[in-house]
């Protein structure tokens, strides 16, 4: 579960804030407040750019605490800018990285894990993390990163992978 989980989670934010870093260098290279992204949405109805940091970090959190056993911190979520959007992601970075391989070794894939909604149910562990935390994390990721594209700051999809471990074949 840790390879799977923690160390995709980790590495993804770490894209994740690497797109923020190229949105912060468009808006000053546009000369514009970047901070106008924290509120881009793609329609009306859905949730806006901060929110989408919020959750991918909070999924992220909770899927390593609850997969290890443990109580995720908890984050108030009024962040207003770029750069706290930023040490948000960076806090979940320093949380991540407290998990070891040995915090999951309990762990196995009909572990029964608790999800907040529906309330009263839960997932097997496997299910929980392939079915429910991955795709939702990476739904808010990409969601991110298209608000970004859609606002004109030039993406590409090595900057949404982020480095890749490439070896000699």
Request: aromatic share 10%.
């Amino acid at each position: 579960m840790y390879y799977l989980a923690v160390r995709q989670f980790a590495k993804t934010l770490k894209s994740l804030d690497h797109l923020l870093d190229k949105a912060t260098k468009h808006a000053q290279a546009k000369n514009f407040d970047v901070d106008n992204f924290v509120n881009a949405r793609l329609f009306p109805d859905m949730l806006p750019f901060a929110a989408q940091i919020r959750i991918a970090c909070d999924i992220a959190k909770t899927a390593a605490a609850s997969l290890a056993g443990k109580e995720p911190p908890r984050h108030e979520d009024n962040e207003k800018t770029m750069e706290e959007l930023r040490a948000r992601i960076a806090k979940c970075l320093t949380y991540l990285e407290t998990f070891a391989a040995a915090d999951f070794e309990r762990t196995n894939a009909k572990t029964i894990i608790k999800v907040p909604s529906p309330k009263g149910k839960a997932m097997y562990a496997e299910d929980y993390l392939v079915g429910r935390q991955l795709p939702n994390f990476f739904f808010h990721v990409t969601t991110a990163y298209n608000l970004l594209r859609e606002s004109g700051v030039e993406l590409s999809k090595m900057d949404y992978l982020g480095a890749l471990n490439l070896i000699d074949a």
